[in-house]
């Protein structure tokens, strides 16, 4: 379809009409108008002196010009081609995911379908590898915490990306402490970045906070004044290797002042349960973006203009050429 981005531009159209309508610039020269001019040039066989005749447009300059102003108007009008329409679908939720790294998660009391027992982050590792593939839809963000939280990947629509910064995660790198608190802070900054309307946090972890700055009900108060749920998962049995209980208490306020769940994780099944069943409370949303691609033609009346100037002009210089080297071999 062919549309006009700037069609008011065709006003200009009128305005050589209006031009005409001005009184025309005279000069004053004294002159002698000879009857019959031309024919006695031609019998004469004499060329007359720039000034001697009286110019006269023909035929040809006027569509000349009244043709190059509608190709220079049609121009700034800016004729487009509009392509049919295209969609394409958004991401609809931001999922930030937050992992504790401290020292407790290197525990290897998880087994993964092999038969292997490995430690708790390789448990959570595998589990969220599988993450991406299922949240086709939603942008993925990565938060580690330790002593205190780091982000380890922003929010991207590059799943593979994602799985790959979780991957080269390691216990210890981010410190031995539980900054739960603050990693619930810092989400809450990530977010305020964000333009989406649904924001998830799915924090995991394996013992209590033992240092944050904020204290985790507290953080998950502005949480939930910025409509951010929060689902927590409580990874591991502290009573296998004599840790301290965890506090579900705190995490179970965490997600219920958000509008999120508190899931119990001692072992891989449960922890695989517990993200079907925030998969299943959180479904993908999508968002479909329709356009239509725009392609400027103003080039094509410039051209046209371009090529009919150039045409003409080079026409009456090759008739000139010729008419004068006529006169050298008379």
């Known amino acids: 379809m062919l549309e006009l ?10 305005l050589p009409l209006l031009m005409r309508l001005l009184p025309a610039y005279r000069e004053s020269r004294d002159s002698i108008r000879v009857p019959f001019f031309d024919k006695l040039v031609e019998l004469s066989e004499q060329r007359p002196e720039t000034g001697a005749t009286v110019l006269q447009r023909d035929l040809a300059q006027h569509f000349l010009v009244n043709f190059m102003w509608l190709c220079l108007v049609l ?20 999922l ?43 942008r993925l963000g990565l938060i580690v915490f330790g002593n205190a939280p780091y982000l380890q990947s922003p929010f991207t629509d590059d799943h593979q990306i994602w799985a790959q910064l979780l991957a080269e995660t390691q216990i210890g790198m981010a410190g031995q402490s539980t900054a739960f608190g603050d990693a619930i802070g810092l989400a809450i900054k990530l977010f305020r970045e964000s333009d ?42 502290p009573a296998t290797v004599g840790e301290e209980a965890l506090d579900t208490d705190t995490l179970q306020r965490v997600s219920e002042i958000t509008g999120g769940r508190y899931f119990q994780a001692f072992d891989r099944e449960q922890l695989a349960s517990a993200y079907e069943a925030v998969d299943a409370l959180e479904p993908e949303l999508y968002e479909t973006i329709s356009f239509r691609p725009r392609q400027s033609l103003h080039w094509v009346p410039v051209g046209a203009a371009l090529v009919l100037y150039l045409i003409y002009h080079g026409a009456g210089a090759w008739r000139t050429w010729r008419r004068l080297r006529s006169a050298r071999a008379a």
């Open 196 to 237: 989406s309307a649904n924001r998830v946090l799915i924090i995991l972890t394996d013992g209590n906070d033992t240092g944050s700055m904020v204290p985790p009900v507290d953080a998950a108060r502005v949480a939930a004044s910025q409509d951010i749920r929060i689902y927590t998962i409580a990874i591991g049995d």
């Open 75 to 94: 121009a700034a009008a800016k004729p487009e081609w509009i392509g049919p329409p295209i969609e394409q679908q958004k991401s609809g939720r931001d």
């Open 96 to 138: 930030m995911i937050a992992v504790d790294l401290s020292g407790s998660m290197a525990t290897a009391d998880f087994t993964l379908p092999d038969s292997r027992n490995v430690d708790r982050l390789e448990a959570v590792k595998y589990v969220l590898a599988q993450l991406g593939d299922q949240r086709a839809s939603d």
């Open 5 to 14: 981005a700037h069609p008011w531009a065709l006003v200009l159209l009128a």
